[in-house]
């Protein structure tokens, strides 16, 4: 009896004490630097939001965010290896429409974007903004259209590879307007926006993030915006709606996530931390000048959309009847 009754006072007593030891390693958290994998290269849009959040994060925090870009496979590299990572808080992800909703839809992926992951905090949307190269003889959509059913096969269009929302845009402008366009993919929106510009491809529909300071420098121009209304920081481009051009609705979101099986203290740390940031004014305005719109979410609310959204791209797959190049 004796024996029988110290085993479980030693049993109690470990438990105890790796509950402790739990509790004071969250309370700590966090104690090293945190790393927010980007799915695509340096230079693009997801890599500029990543920063702008890690840095605002870092001072919040008080502890260094570095951002690890993993471009390659449409997102699919990033995912897998976030998804795999320690559920610590240490490895996050800038996850976004591409990563889980639009890719895992058009295709067979090694990671499941609700099962594998848990959402810490949404950033915020960004319009779909259809652009072309300066020398397309075209300013806006209905007369790309004109020009295109006139001289079939002469447009390339980039996208930031197969499953991201440049190449469900224009494969949907494609379906609505009765033209044809090549595909060509890439590892990322910013090495297919610096082909668009330098005349390689011919159009692309990158987000109103990406696209608007080359638009506005001059480097490319504007055809419309993919999505229910203008947008006030280009008032003056027309939606492909008001032009004729239905069924082409895409806003591009972005979102914080980390692997599954996360702590929830952790998560909810996260989340407080990333809804603190996104209420200062500075991170508001610094993401609004590239073309992001700002909008937080519950976590139970983001499970929900997220859900939601898997359904939805599906359904858009199947009508289109997309695949992948």
Known sequence: MQIQKRRVLST??????ATWACGSALAAYPERTISIVVPTSAGG???????????????????????DNKAGGNGAIASEFVARAAPDGY??????????AMNPALQKLRYDPVKDFEPVGMVGYSATLM???????????????????????????ASAGN???????????KLSTGTAMTHVPYKGSAPAVTDTIAGQTQVMFPSLF??????KNGKLKAL???????????P??????????????????????????????????????????LADPSVVKRLEEHGAEVDAMGLDEMRGFLQAEQVKWKQVVQAAKLKAD
């Open 131 to 157: 652009v072309a190269n300066t020398q397309v003889p075209a300013n806006n959509a209905k007369e790309l259209v004109t020009f295109m059913k006139a001289n079939p096969d002469k447009i390339n269009y």
């Open 163 to 173: 499953g991201t929302a440049p190449h469900f845009a224009a494969e949907m402008f």
């Open 236 to 277: 003056d481009v027309p939606t492909l709606k008001e032009q004729g051009i239905n069924n082409v609705d895409v806003s591009q979101w972005y979102a914080i996530f980390a692997p599954a099986k996360t702590p929830k203290p952790v998560l909810e740390q996260l989340h407080k931390a990333l809804n603190q940031v």
């Open 210 to 215: 990406t696209a608007m300071p080359n638009v």
């Open 45 to 67: 849009a997801n890599d500029a939001m990543a920063r702008t959040i890690g840095q605002a994060l870092s001072l919040l925090l008080k502890q260094s965010f570095i951002v």
């Open 224 to 234: 419309g915006l993919a999505g229910s209304k203008r947008s006030p920081l280009m």
């Open 12 to 17: 109690v007593a470990l438990a105890i004490t």
């Open 91 to 100: 490895t996050l992800m800038l996850g976004y429409i591409a990563t889980h």
